[in-house]
């Protein structure tokens, strides 16, 4: 891909800002990165940062600091209650691109990530009380389009997450032309992640490169799969981030169950429903309500530089001694098994993130998205090994190539 630069781009989880503030970000790594997140509210006029102003701040001055690209994220699981009706209208719409545009200008941003989550969402599959229609995909690109065409977001960059196959049209089927939206958006990040978790039939991996040889009832999406959803309905492949996870999840699993008859760990486990292991900070297996009034249990999840610090991994992301270790050729991703308290995690290491690397050189994607930048090791090694993969030099001010029409990012 000559005279295109290679999109290195991460979400920076706020209320992490505690341990890791923004200035702690390894922002030489890094060439766009999306604080997250600015909450849909009831009122299209407003935007709730959850108390996070001071850290916006913070943020956008150490991205202006290093030349890297700032956007907000508008949405996210628990954020997108009111996107639909924020946009089902012409009122709504130009209301809520005026909150959009007051908040990029308040705090100097260069851009907007919409994380919606998710348009026209089939009931159980959203956070447990968004709003939603079916016309959600035609009023959002009616949206973007309005967006691109005020004086003051026709140069901003615009971005957006999104679930592995096409946004939902009317009839609740996956749009099989989104061409429009390429033309709005600069890119979208696929979040290929969150495949399997407690909500699946048995484990599985979390974030799957491929899926084609898994058996038949667990080949529910992956990277692969994604990208040839994605392009096919007309999405540029040069405008695809493919979205890399740099945590796990984590399920009870007897050891009865956890490996297979050659002795590796078994992907596809039997696993305890009721009693899902605690991921990294949480302390209290009872459920909890959300503002959906939904009792929620633990989530288990566990990030890489939080499975270094507990005993998962070695200081070089390698399984610690006594912890099982299976890289599973299928999914081209790890999974380890800590036999005293019976937990399995899917995650991703330095094999599984050089793997994606390779996969976005290969298919000619424009970059990665990490969720979220807080995630890796202290070192750094996720974000090197993907890189080493697509094999790309990160630089903060990329020179331009002479004669190219390719904006950096």
């Not at 290969?362 to 890796?376: I, P």
Request: hydrophobic share 40%.
């Amino acid at each position: 891909m000559e005279n295109v630069v290679t999109v290195a781009a991460g979400w920076y989880a706020a209320w992490m800002k505690g341990t890791y503030p923004p200035s702690s970000i390894a922002w030489s790594k890094y060439n766009m990165i999306t604080f997250a997140f600015a909450l849909t509210t009831a009122d299209p006029s407003v935007l709730d940062l959850v108390g996070e102003e001071e850290t916006l701040k913070a943020f956008a001055s150490e991205a202006k600091k290093n030349n890297v690209t700032s956007l907000i994220s508008v949405g996210g699981w628990t954020g997108s209650q009111h996107f639909s009706d924020a946009v089902a209208t012409e009122e709504g719409r130009s209301t809520f691109q005026k909150a959009i545009l007051d908040l990029v200008s308040e705090y100097d941003l260069d851009g907007v990530d919409f994380d919606w989550e998710y348009p026209n969402s089939p009931e159980g599959s959203d956070y447990g009380c968004n709003t939603n229609s079916p016309q959600d995909a035609e009023n959002f690109l009616t949206f973007l389009k309005g967006l691109r065409a005020d004086p003051a977001g026709a140069n901003l960059v615009l971005t957006a997450a999104a679930s592995l196959k096409p946004f939902r049209g009317p009839d609740g089927n996956p749009l099989t032309d989104v061409s429009g939206f390429a033309e709005a958006l600069d890119f979208l990040a696929i979040m290929n992640y969150d495949v399997f978790g407690s909500w699946a039939a048995n484990t599985g991996p979390n974030a799957p490169l491929k899926d084609s040889c898994a058996p038949a009832a667990d080949q529910v999406g992956s990277a692969e799969s994604a990208v040839a959803a994605w392009t096919g309905a007309g999405f540029p492949a040069i405008q695809l981030l493919l979205g890399v996870a740099a945590y796990g999840r984590s399920f009870r699993v007897a050891p009865s169950a956890a490996k297979t008859s050659s002795g590796s760990l078994n992907a596809y486990a039997a696993f305890d429903k009721t009693n899902i292991p605690l991921g990294e900070g949480e302390t209290s297996s009872t459920p909890v309500a959300n503002k959906c009034g939904i009792l929620e249990g633990p989530g288990g999840v566990w990030t890489f530089k939080g499975m270094i610090e507990n005993g998962f991994l070695g200081p070089d992301g390698n399984p610690a001694e006594g912890i099982d270790y299976t890289f599973d050729e299928c999914s081209q991703t790890p999974f380890v098994y800590q036999q005293s308290n019976q937990t399995l995690i899917s995650f991703d290491d330095a094999k599984s993130f050089n793997a994606k690397g390779a996969f976005i050189n290969d298919k000619d994607l424009r970059g990665f998205a990490v969720w979220h930048v807080v995630g890796d090791s202290s070192d750094n090694i996720l974000l090197d090994a993907i890189h080493d993969g697509i094999g790309t030099e990160v630089e903060c001010t990329p020179e331009p190539e002479e004669e190219s029409t390719e904006t950096d990012y």
